[in-house]
């Protein structure tokens, strides 16, 4: 029994890991087309993204310290031990499960071409931002992310270029 709440408890704590990178896509964004913006990166500041709150952490938390607890006295005693080891647990649990999904993240504010401002809060990723940057805007059904800008394109260097590289 107690290597089941250990194991359930190793697996809450790392539900709380997953990270939202913006280098790493999800199957669905394969094979579909996105919308792509244009602007200037105004400002930029970090800031953190709160962890998951699946209530995993507070559930397995409280079965383990509410196990743990009615081992604790004697049969009057342990209903209290294991009362006040669930709540202990579940708070415990509750605090692992949100810190544990905590992730560093840039507010990035960007001026449209069409003079629009917009905020963006995504994790950060290996690009480098600073304000001045050239960034494109890629919007994706709910979703947008910000990127450093490719350089422009010729018209006539796109129409000459091999079909394989277009």
């Given at each position: 029994?107690?290597?089941?709440?250990?194991?359930?408890?190793?697996?809450a704590?790392?539900?709380?890991?997953?990270?939202?990178?913006?280098?790493?896509?999800?199957?669905?964004?394969?094979?579909?087309?996105?919308?792509?913006?244009?602007?200037?990166?105004?400002?930029?500041?970090?800031v953190?993204?709160?962890?998951?709150?699946?209530?995993?952490?507070?559930?397995?938390?409280?079965?383990?310290?509410?196990?743990?607890?009615?081992?604790?006295?004697?049969?009057?005693?342990?209903?209290?031990?294991?009362?006040?080891?669930?709540?202990?647990?579940?708070?415990?649990?509750h605090?692992?499960?949100?810190?544990?999904?905590?992730?560093?993240?840039?507010?990035?504010?960007?001026?449209?071409?069409?003079?629009?401002?917009?905020a963006?809060?995504?994790?950060?990723?290996?690009?480098?931002?600073?304000?001045?940057?050239?960034?494109?805007?890629?919007?994706?059904?709910?979703?947008?992310?910000?990127?450093?800008?490719?350089?422009?394109v010729?018209?006539?260097?796109?129409?000459?270029?091999p079909?394989a590289?277009?």
């Amino acid at each position: 029994m107690s290597r089941l709440m250990l194991s359930l408890l190793v697996a809450a704590t790392l539900t709380g890991c997953a990270s939202t990178d913006p280098d790493l896509r999800s199957r669905p964004e394969a094979m579909q087309m996105a919308r792509v913006q244009d602007g200037t990166l105004l400002a930029v500041r970090k800031v953190k993204l709160d962890g998951n709150q699946t209530g995993l952490g507070a559930t397995v938390g409280s079965v383990a310290g509410g196990v743990a607890g009615s081992s604790v006295g004697g049969s009057r005693e342990s209903v209290v031990f294991a009362t006040l080891g669930a709540v202990l647990g579940g708070v415990i649990g509750h605090a692992i499960e949100r810190s544990g999904g905590r992730d560093e993240a840039l507010e990035l504010i960007v001026q449209l071409r069409n003079g629009e401002r917009v905020a963006i809060v995504q994790s950060q990723g290996d690009e480098v931002f600073k304000p001045g940057d050239a960034v494109m805007i890629i919007t994706s059904g709910r979703s947008a992310r910000v990127a450093r800008a490719l350089p422009p394109v010729a018209p006539e260097a796109a129409a000459s270029a091999p079909a394989a590289a277009r």
